[in-house]
């Protein structure tokens, strides 16, 4: 039980070391996201570039799929330091239940310059209706939205985003729950939104061990979607909230995750029990809120002591998202 307790609150840190770096969602990126989107992330590099306490924590806790869109991008001959102003993530599942993904970069470039960085490897597109598509990789290719956007992803990540820009399939306009949840919180520095299989995997992610209690097993069906935002006044401030289908359903988790950080409190180095005393967790109603917050002093020891490195799913062995 004691290994258990360890892994709710390795698993509790573990969500601002997995967090996204997200801006407000452009509408050329909404016109290619499918209704039926797991999670979406948004990327406004100019407010990351403009703060050191963000540009300090992105350093530390950047995840795999941002460093690979990153490496992508220069493959490309697109600065991500330098050219690009925002990026959108989306992941979604296909009709044989298999998790995709697309990125959805815009900035200072043109397609000019990328196309003559194409024509210099002899890259030969394939028409996808009025789409090029160019293979950049064994694993990802991209086409251009309009002169400053392009759009990543693997061939069937790509063809279903530009069937939802195409009206062939439903697009994000039509998913109200997560229009609504991006429009309560797309002001913030940072934000995601999930639905409810993107916030079970996300909670799984979190509880490791924990996942396989008879205690959440009973609560993992009843999570319905979930949200979280980050912004940087004066050091960082995290808020994460999970739908429940019941006030029960939001106490009970509420009470698990509570069991994990008061267990981690006695057996914690200093600077974890500085992360943990500003972290809070409660129920409101059908509703879990777990709250962390930190002053810019109190970051800067945390990210000296490489705490958020150390808590990301690279160093605990987890997945970013379950497959």
């Known amino acids: 039980m004691a290994r258990i307790k360890m892994k709710i609150t390795a698993g509790v840190l573990a969500l601002m070391g997995t967090m996204a770096w997200?801006?407000?969602?452009?509408?050329?990126?909404?016109?290619?996201?499918?209704?039926?989107?797991?999670?979406?992330?948004?990327?406004?590099?100019?407010?990351?570039?403009?703060?050191?306490?963000?540009?300090?924590?992105?350093?530390q806790a950047l995840p795999d799929n941002l460093k690979e869109f990153e490496s992508a991008l220069k493959d490309v001959?697109?600065?991500?330091?330098?050219?690009?102003?925002?990026?959108?993530?989306?992941?979604?599942?296909?009709?044989?239940?298999?998790?995709?993904?697309?990125?959805?970069?815009?900035?200072?470039?043109?397609?000019?310059?990328?196309?003559?960085?194409?024509?210099?490897k002899a890259e030969k597109p394939v028409k996808?209706?009025?789409?090029?598509?160019?293979?950049i990789s064994s694993k990802m290719g991209m086409t251009f939205l309009d002169d400053n956007t392009l759009l990543f992803g693997n061939d069937n990540a790509l063809r279903a985003a530009l069937?939802?820009?195409?009206?062939?399939?439903?697009?994000?306009?039509?998913?109200?729950?997560?229009?609504?949840?991006?429009?309560?919180?797309?002001?913030?520095t940072v934000w995601s939104v999930l639905n409810q299989r993107g916030?079970?995997?996300?909670?799984?992610?979190?509880?490791?061990?924990?996942?396989?209690?008879?205690?959440?097993?009973?609560?993992?069906?009843?999570?319905?979607?979930?949200?979280?935002?980050?912004?940087f006044a004066n050091g960082v401030k995290f808020d994460l909230h999970v739908v429940t289908s019941d006030t029960q359903t939001s106490s009970d988790l509420s009470s698990l995750l509570k069991m994990g950080v008061l267990y981690?409190?006695?057996?914690?180095t200093p600077v974890q029990k500085t992360?943990?005393?500003?972290?809070?967790?409660?129920?409101?109603?059908?509703?879990?809120?777990?709250q962390f917050k930190a002053d810019r002093n109190q970051l800067q020891s945390l990210l000296r002591s490489k705490f958020f490195a150390t808590v990301s799913p690279a160093a605990t062995g987890q997945r970013e998202q379950n497959q």
């Open 22 to 59: 997200a801006s407000p969602i452009s509408s050329v990126a909404k016109t290619v996201i499918p209704s039926e989107a797991q999670q979406i992330i948004s990327v406004d590099y100019r407010t990351v570039r403009s703060s050191d306490t963000a540009l300090a924590l992105k350093a």
């Open 77 to 120: 001959n697109i600065d991500p330091d330098k050219d690009v102003e925002s990026v959108t993530f989306a992941s979604f599942r296909d009709n044989k239940g298999g998790l995709n993904m697309i990125g959805v970069a815009s900035g200072s470039f043109s397609s000019k310059t990328v196309l003559k960085k194409l024509a210099m």
């Open 128 to 135: 996808y209706r009025d789409s090029s598509l160019y293979a």
């Open 163 to 188: 069937n939802a820009r195409d009206g062939l399939t439903a697009g994000l306009d039509s998913n109200q729950e997560l229009t609504e949840m991006i429009g309560s919180i797309e002001k913030a």
């Open 199 to 231: 916030s079970q995997d996300m909670l799984g992610l979190a509880l490791g061990d924990a996942r396989k209690l008879p205690d959440y097993l009973s609560i993992e069906p009843r999570v319905l979607s979930s949200h979280y935002a980050m912004n």
């Open 264 to 268: 981690k409190k006695v057996t914690s």
């Open 275 to 290: 992360a943990l005393d500003n972290m809070t967790v409660k129920s409101d109603r059908s509703e879990l809120q777990m």
